[in-house]
């Protein structure tokens, strides 16, 4: 085979391959091993290659990417940039996107070798025409500039390279182009800022973090939407966090949240704003947030509350992320009736609301619900157990009854829930109380694909793991269990024929 490439490489470098040897070639590169490639490649195979991108034929160029690519992953980054990068500069200006794609790649391999990088940061011109990819229509080709300029900027250098030279201004320029390309830029820049306090640093100095901090606290709502999901991924890191704090940003977003009652708009950003508040109390201190940001609270209750799908959907998941820790547990609990209230609320919604809204309720009642059990105090279980039976009359069965419906989802939706109380003594107990409850879990018959196989097992497994199993179900039931879990998810019990003499 390796002879067949070298034959076909030879070809394709005296330009005497036709299209249907390049098709060969590219499904021959790819059963050939990376280090038999590297040694039947040469200079002149890769620089024909690259040359017959140069054609006006669809194909032939789609071919020749194919083959490339391979190849290209079979050299060392360091002889890529050292002997390509005419070929490379001229991939960027190439009017044929997966060659654009193909050569930032490249140059995204290069720059993370230690030995490569610095004749990439020493080649502003092909930088340069990276960073104006990102002002291109194709948002394949963006995104691909995105991820090799943020690799740039992983060292001190790379950072210097891009917000301490003339690139900044190309940056800059290249915000200009529109709304959308403006949002790719601040996209990279949050991506950069996220990696370090120093990179951050760098960021903050060139200006373009102000701009965006900017955008998000002025008029427009629409633009507003956009930038708090930016500013939420930087909020994920300590130092990000610090630092909005810093600038007030924080208090800025507390200060929208609270004057969104007099604005008719409010419905395109509050969403995004009440997100950020959920994902700060979760990586920070859920107690930290709701006392210092009272309003974040107010405004969860009150979408919870409303009669607006989609703000009851933010409500719901807000609720189900700041209740996946114990301390967002105990500051949901001291809201006292009102949360209790909202339970029954999410509990109907889980049964009646559009099959979307019920999916994200369902989520967010295993969120609240589940307890670790190195957690599970008298106190905590105590409350659970309440939050569970405020969601329904007779909670158990409403899940139950969900998860005998045909819709994928709604069932795994329902195991899950199942899933998150199977280790808490009083959910087992209402479990065993619960006529055929234990018949179904084992049942296998019911499970009709994978995920729901899946999603059953992980019940069994969480209910065989606790260790108050045993006792509560009885050991007929338990080695029941231990026996489903054993056989695995997808068992199938073999069913024995008897051949009858005579019969057809």
């Not at 508040?277 to 940001?293: H, K, M, T």
Request: with cysteine; charged share 20%; proline share 4%.
């Amino acid at each position: 085979m390796a002879e067949a490439v070298a034959e076909l490489l030879e070809r394709a470098a005296r330009r005497e391959a036709p299209l249907e040897e390049l098709r060969a070639l590219r499904l021959a590169v790819q059963a050939v091993p990376l280090a038999a490639l590297r040694a039947r490649l040469s200079d002149d195979h890769l620089g024909a290659l690259f040359a017959l991108l140069s054609v006006n034929d669809r194909e032939q160029v789609s071919a020749c990417v194919s083959i490339l690519e391979r190849l290209l992953q079979a050299l060392d980054p360091l002889y890529v940039i050292q002997n390509l990068r005419e070929e490379l500069q001229k991939g960027l200006f190439h009017p044929d996107d997966s060659v654009k794609i193909l050569t930032i790649s490249q140059v995204g391999r290069i720059v993370e070798n230690s030995d490569a990088v610095t004749e990439i940061l020493n080649s502003p011109e092909l930088l340069r025409q990276i960073i104006n990819c990102i002002g291109g229509e194709r948002i394949a080709v963006a995104k691909e500039a995105i991820k090799s300029l943020s690799r740039v900027a992983q060292t001190r250098d790379g950072l210097e390279a891009l917000f301490v030279s003339s690139l900044l201004s190309d940056l800059k320029n290249v915000m200009a182009t529109n709304d959308v390309v403006r949002y790719r830029v601040y996209e990279l820049i949050v991506e950069i800022s996220s990696v370090s306090a120093d990179s951050l640093n760098y960021c903050a100095n060139s200006g373009l973090i102000s701009e965006l901090i900017g955008e998000l606290t002025g008029d427009d709502v629409l633009v507003r939407s956009t930038c708090i999901e930016m500013v939420t991924s930087l909020a994920h890191t300590p130092h990000g966090r610090q630092y909005l704090a810093q600038q007030g940003v924080i208090d800025k977003i507390s200060n929208i949240i609270v004057g969104a009652e007099s604005d008719p708009f409010s419905a395109f950003y509050l969403p995004g704003f009440v997100k950020f508040f959920g994902n700060l109390a979760v990586v920070d201190s859920p107690q930290q947030i709701c006392e210092r940001y009272p309003v974040f609270m107010e405004k969860v209750f009150e979408m919870a509350e409303s009669h607006d799908p989609t703000m009851i959907g933010v409500a719901v998941d807000t609720l189900g992320v700041l209740g996946s820790n114990v301390e967002g547990k105990q500051v949901l609990q001291k809201t006292r009736s009102r949360f209790q209230n909202l339970l029954t609320r999410i509990g109907h919604q889980a049964k009646n609301a559009p099959t979307e809204l019920r999916l994200r309720c369902l989520d967010a009642i295993s969120s609240l619900l589940y307890l670790p059990p190195e957690q599970q105090t008298e106190d905590l279980l105590r409350m659970t157990e309440s939050w569970f039976t405020s969601l329904a009359s007779q909670p158990l069965e409403l899940f139950r009854s969900i998860s005998t419906q045909p819709f994928p989802d709604l069932h795994c939706g329902a195991l899950r829930v199942f899933t998150a109380i199977a280790n808490q003594p009083w959910a087992q107990k209402l479990m065993l109380a619960s006529p055929g409850f234990v018949e179904y879990v084992v049942d296998r018959s019911v499970e009709p694909d994978k995920a729901s196989k899946d999603a059953k097992y992980e019940l069994v497994k969480a209910l065989v793991n606790s260790k108050t199993i045993a006792e509560i179900f009885g050991n007929q039931y338990y080695l029941r269990l231990r026996a489903y879990l054993r056989e695995g998810p997808y068992y199938v019990k073999a069913v024995s024929t008897t051949a009858v003499e005579g019969a057809e």
